[in-house]
């Protein structure tokens, strides 16, 4: 019997030169579920999942991916994830047709052309297969490489940042693709950095700097940050809108239209410092639903201060 | 599984690489085109009967038949006599300087020589840097000389004709004493135009995968090192089989290069050679970061296999250290293979140790490349 754990890995650190790029980090995702794995640009999204599918080694950590050893399994590994890059890596002088034969026949799928024929059917691309890859749109491009890199079916897949760059319709079927294929019984780790993403997914992980901030589903991402929310609305918002700001009970203020979101710590100090600051104004005041966004927005402003 | 070499695996590779090279238009023209080019540049160099080249010519008697041979050149179109009645040292500095590729000498004794029925002389040099130009332009001189001498003597063609047996013509090359035929030329030029575009090829095969991106997905596909560098290589055998024949036709069309020993012989050594060739450009895209580093590294590896390998120079009469370095490339043993068997038909047991050397390059470069593969992308 194989774990539950279809990934688990701890304290995984990668460095580049004196760069500690992944610090650390643990991550553990069960069978059949869609994790998130969230973090703004250059937090080391992509050097932790080519760690986690054999294509980097890790200068430390232990785990398993698959039930097979991080460090020493790292070709069986690679052989048993599906795994699709960030950047479109197939072929663009190669049709769709013979870039899907290409990795049919490298995972040695047989018949060749039933596994071919079937997927270009899939994707309802059997009428353009002669057309050059190079030539498709960005959310084709993007499923055409998910369709190629679950053609072996991998109990295991990782997507890198499928979505950025593609449009919010081919964003939102990309999604549903991605849940039948976890309906199906695949187990997906995708990493992104939009935030409306992270609702699509069973759990989300949250990654700044190379440090594994929080794990979890959003409400207890939300739930664990401590952050409490107040609405304030009315004609003048703009102008409390700096001095809220300024108040050291309350770590951030943005303003959607004419409401102002402000976020704090401590919820009996957040309330008395806006009720004070307002009381002059005609506003109203009202409890808000603290979202994940400022959730994010707090942890890169702590690991920012850390890395100071 | 991977660790195993596939068939089927190396197969895909093949397929793959096969197709974009045939795609990339760039790549077919240099594969098609450069032997082209090339032999028509060296066509010229190669040219069976040049005529008009610059000679400076020497004399220091006055009497009649220098007189009528002096004529009788002046008024050939074979010959450009741009320097006439110069001193012996002042045709020595035009030839240096380039300036002249022939000094025809007429001794100031011919006319003796002549009327004692001696043989008369004439001494020629050849700047030989310019080989193939030499043995045309000579035979000429004899023709020329005669027919001016006969004249002088009033005798007519058919007796001057028997003369030509007794005036002699003395040929100093200067400069390249092996005087490098055209027929020795288009043999090794099939070595020097492999040698590039083989390597060049493949020299940009895996940092184009790099600088493309698609590195990082080959290398998360099952294939292994192996599958990969001989997936890679390989098509490059079938383009250089096109290249091969492309040359030697040309060669055999437009230069009459002789073609002696067995066609077999001469392809199997080629395709041996060719693989040599692929893998040491794999090799170099190994080592090479981007597409630049690995151009850099075939112009390196170009330069001594021109100059080192006894293709632009008499392999023998280099120095020791030089032809220590001519005998560490492929393209030397290649080219004494080539010549042998093209132009002397040896035949596989003249031949073998030779190609058994190409062997032990395809071995030994297929080694360096794999040493050099990476499985991940550390
Ligand atoms: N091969 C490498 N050599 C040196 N630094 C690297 C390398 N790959 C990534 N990095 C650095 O590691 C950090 C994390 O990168 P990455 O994992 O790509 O982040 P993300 O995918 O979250 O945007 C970046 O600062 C990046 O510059
Ligand atoms: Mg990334």
């Known amino acids: ?308 | 599984m991977t660790h195993f070499f596939s068939i089927s695996r190396f197969y895909a590779m093949f397929l793959k690489e096969f197709i974009q090279a045939k795609r990339d238009r760039i790549t077919f023209a240099m594969i098609l085109g450069l032997p082209i080019i090339q032999l028509i540049l060296f066509g010229y160099a190669i040219n069976n009967d040049p005529h008009s080249l610059p000679t400076a010519l020497v004399y220091t008697s006055n009497d009649p038949y220098t007189r009528a041979i002096v004529t009788a050149l002046e008024v050939s179109d074979y010959y450009e006599f741009s320097h006439v009645g110069v001193s012996a040292s002042e045709a020595n500095d035009l030839m240096q300087k380039g300036e002249v590729s022939f000094i025809v000498t007429i001794p100031s004794d011919i006319a003796t020589r002549i009327q004692r029925k001696d043989k008369p002389t004439l001494l020629v040099a050849a700047d030989a840097t310019d080989p193939a130009a030499s043995s045309g332009a000579v035979s000429a001189l004899k023709n020329l000389a005669n027919e001016a001498l006969a004249r002088v003597n009033g005798e007519e063609r058919a007796i001057a004709l028997q003369r030509a047996q007794r005036l002699q013509i003395i040929v100093h090359r200067r400069y390249n004493p092996e005087g490098i035929s055209q027929y020795n030329t288009v043999p090794g030029l099939l070595g020097v135009i492999m040698q590039i575009t083989m390597v060049l090829m493949t020299a940009l095969s895996l940092t184009r995968e790099r600088e493309r991106g698609t590195m990082e997905n080959l290398l998360a596909m099952p294939a292994n090192s192996a599958e990969i560098m001989l997936g890679k290589v390989t098509p490059y055998l079938c383009l250089g089989a096109v290249q091969m024949t492309i040359i030697l036709g040309a060669g055999q069309l437009l230069f009459d290069v002789p073609f002696v020993g067995s066609l077999w012989l001469i392809l199997f050594s080629t395709l041996i050679y060719v693989f040599s060739l692929v893998l040491l450009g794999y090799f170099f895209s190994t080592i090479a970061k981007s597409q630049m580093q690995a151009m850099q590294l075939m112009v390196l590896s170009l330069l001594p296999s021109i100059l080192l390998s006894g293709f632009m120079f008499p392999f023998r009469g280099m120095p020791h250290w030089a032809q220590y370095i001519g005998e560490c490339l492929p393209i030397t043993h290649f080219i004494r293979i080539i010549r042998g068997v093209m132009l002397k038909g040896a035949d596989l047991s003249q031949v073998g140790n030779e190609l058994a050397i190409l062997f032990v390059f395809v071995f030994v470069f297929s080694l360096m490349a794999l040493s050099r593969s990476k499985r991940t992308l550390d």
């Open chain 1, 1 to 308: 019997m194989k774990s539950e754990l279809v990934i688990d890995v701890r304290d995984l650190t990668k460095r580049f030169g004196n760069k500690t790029v992944v610090n650390q980090v643990a991550m553990q995702v069960r069978r059949g579920e869609i994790v998130g794995f969230l973090g703004p640009n250059g937090s080391g999204k992509t050097t932790s999942i080519r760690m986690m599918c054999g294509l980097l080694t890790a200068n430390s950590g232990e785990g398993t991916v698959l039930g097979l050893d991080l460090m020493r399994d790292q070709l069986k590994i690679k052989r048993e994830v599906g795994y699709m890059t960030q950047k479109f890596s197939f072929y663009d002088d190669l049709t769709i047709e013979e870039n899907l034969a290409f990795v049919a026949r490298l995972y040695k799928l047989k018949p060749l052309h039933t596994y071919v024929d079937k997927t270009l059917e899939s994707l309802g691309l059997t009428s353009r297969r002669k057309q050059l890859a190079g030539s498709l749109s960005g959310g084709w491009k993007q499923r055409l490489a998910l369709a190629a890199c679950t053609m072996h079916k991998p109990k295991l897949l990782l997507l890198d940042e499928p979505t950025a760059g593609v449009d919010p319709k081919a964003r939102r079927e990309f999604w549903d693709e991605i849940h039948v294929l976890a309906a199906e019984g695949m187990t997906v780790l995708v990493s992104t950095h939009y935030m409306d993403e992270a609702e699509r997914c069973h759990r989300i992980s949250y990654i700044a700097y190379g440090n594994m901030l929080a794990q979890g589903t959003v409400e207890e991402v939300v739930a664990s940050s401590g952050l409490h929310t107040l609405l304030v609305k009315g004609e003048d918002t703009d102008k409390v809108a700096h001095t809220l700001a300024d108040h050291p009970d309350i770590d951030q203020v943005a303003p959607f239209g004419s409401t102002l979101h402000v976020v704090g710590p401590n919820e009996d100090k957040l309330k008395s410092a806006v009720d004070e600051i307002c009381a002059d104004y005609d506003l109203t005041v009202e409890l808000g639903e603290t979202t994940l966004e400022d959730v994010f927005i707090k942890f890169m402003s702590d690991s920012k201060d850390n890395m100071q």
